[in-house]
């Protein structure tokens, strides 16, 4: 008599075939394989990344059909796919650099913001906090004041902009750049730089002070292709530093002891990130001038939109563009034929979200 037939065991992990490995996933997330690497990818983040993409879109037309003269908005897809209309020379010369330049400029500055809160550890750190826009700001200052030629202003701006986030890190430095000593450090670099800006604005000539004063509001007013072309070139380069800074910014809530004991160099990796960031803040300063608060707002807010622990680079990114070109296109149009620069714009959506944290800080319980 043959005996019982013993139930199925599950196959142990030990057992398994050569190749093949469990890869636990996270609540919320997705596993992506392209060829031998796995991803897990935030189903949320993919989901509020597209929203973005599809605003932006949205907020490209708008910004190409509005103004004197007015271009349906059938025109300007018409315009764009190329079978041409009366308004080609409206769409493509007068408005798209001016577009192009408004998203680049907001992808760079969302990029350089998450960069530096998420090293900063602090939802107030920016490139307008710490210090870079200043450095960038007296540089210009300077240029416009003292008589340089157009061309040399935004490359004086970025030199001050990096000579200001060298101070930043020469201050910042002991202790392996701790989060609150970089943000003190910023601060007090900012304050100081600022006074210095003041100090040559009032023994400025009047016209030359006021021609400085509009490139600290932050314009997009008579840029286009070139100042693009830049702020791209700058992100494009930096596209392999990107990618790695999106897994990097993973461990930037470890402290250092926790994670160098998993093997990872806290100080190196906080190094790294906060130089990427004051580099593409200080090359987007540098062609727009100082529009204030998009660095700051745009990362907290794709971070609330995703539900996520820290900011969400590429979602920052596109957040960011879709701020600046509402911006500029609010500017061109709440008071026409009057623009206004769109940091002006900015800063009124700076001022009410600084108001928001402060009372949301104040209900939250001890």
Known sequence: ?????????????????????????????????????????????????????????????????????????????????????????????????????????????????????????????????????????????????????AVLVAPAALVGGLAAAALLFALGARHGLAAQ?????????????????????????????????????????GKGWTEAFWIAGTLVALLPVLAWAGWALNSTALDDDTARGIGLRPVARRVGLAGTGVLAAAMVTAQVGAVDFVALVAPQLARRLVRAERPPLVCAALLGALLLVLADLAGRRLFAPTQLPAGVLTAAIGGPYLIFLLVRGRRRPS
């Open 1 to 149: 008599m043959s005996a019982p037939a013993r139930p199925a065991v599950p196959q142990r992990a030990a057992e398994r075939p050569a190749g093949r490995r469990l890869v636990a996933r996270l609540p919320g997330r997705s596993l992506v394989r392209v060829g031998p690497v796995s991803v897990q990818v935030r189903r949320r983040s993919v989901l509020v990344a597209a929203t973005l993409v599809v605003l932006l879109l949205v907020a490209g037309v708008l910004s190409l059909s509005l103004g004197t003269p007015y271009v349906a908005p059938a025109d300007v897809l018409r315009a764009l796919s190329g079978a041409g209309t009366p308004y080609d020379l409206v769409v493509f010369d007068l408005r798209l650099p001016r577009l192009v330049l408004a998203a680049v400029a907001g992808a760079a500055f969302g990029v350089a913001g998450t960069l530096i809160q998420s090293v900063a550890r602090n939802p107030l750190a920016s490139p307008d906090v710490v210090g870079i826009t200043q450095g960038a700001g007296l540089a210009a200052t300077v240029a416009l004041t003292g008589g340089a030629a």
């Open 181 to 221: 000593r970089f943000v003190l450090a910023g601060v007090a670099v900012a304050f100081a730089l600022r006074a210095l800006i003041e100090v040559v604005m009032l023994t400025a000539d009047p016209i030359d002070g006021l021609r400085a004063q509009i490139w600290l509001i932050g314009t997009l007013a």
